[in-house]
Structures are given as C-alpha cells and as structure tokens.
C-alpha cells in the first residue's frame, strides 16, 4: 500500500528540486521558458505571470487581502495591494457589460 505523505508545515517549501530541497527561481524559469517554448506560448507566461494570476483569482473568489499577502510572503500589504487594481478593472468590465451600464 501506498505511504500517505505528511502534511507539510507552513514553513515547508511548496516546489522542491530533485534532491528535496527549496527549489530555485533561476531554475523555476528556466523550466517554464522551456515548457513555454515546447507548447508555443508567448513569453509573458512566466513563473510571476502564474504568481499574479494565483493572487488575482484568490482576490476575485473574495479571499481577505491579508491571506493573500501571507500565501505570497509578502512582508508589506502595500506590495499585495496591487493586486486589487486588476480585481477593480475585472470589476468595472463586469459593470460596464451590465445592460443598465449604459444609461
């Protein structure tokens, strides 16, 4: 039967690298310029491009502000906040679609 792993803990790295320890940032790009290149995607998919996008989604789902800055390690909320700016402008689309928008 297969071993269940164990929880990790808040401090554990989330990606490992093959010799289980925190893996890199150089090598995090270096495998998404990669798999970019193989599946022909435009260069703005980037390890921080899914970073954002991961805040953004949390952000538009209705997670606290305060959440997000301690998933992303943020140490200030200053640096967070800028995620509320795309979360306002996907707002402001959903409103101006909104049949009443235009009156």
Request: avoid cysteine.
């Given at each position: 039967m297969a071993k269940?792993?164990?929880c990790p803990t808040?401090?554990?790295?989330?990606?490992?690298?093959?010799?289980?320890?925190?893996?890199q940032p150089a090598v995090a790009r270096r495998v998404m310029q990669t798999w970019r290149e193989q599946s022909g995607l435009d260069?703005?998919?980037t390890p921080h491009a899914l970073r954002h996008s991961f805040?953004?989604?949390l952000?538009?789902?209705g997670a606290d502000l305060r959440a997000i800055q301690e998933l992303l390690g943020h140490a200030s909320l200053s640096t967070t906040q800028t995620y509320t700016?795309?979360?306002?402008?996907?707002?402001?689309?959903?409103?101006?679609?909104h049949p009443r928008a235009r009156k």
């Open positions: 269940i792993p164990s808040p401090e554990a790295p989330l990606f490992v690298g093959l010799r289980g320890k925190r893996l260069s703005s998919a805040a953004t989604h952000l538009e789902g700016l795309a979360d306002e402008n996907h707002l402001l689309a959903v409103w101006q679609a």
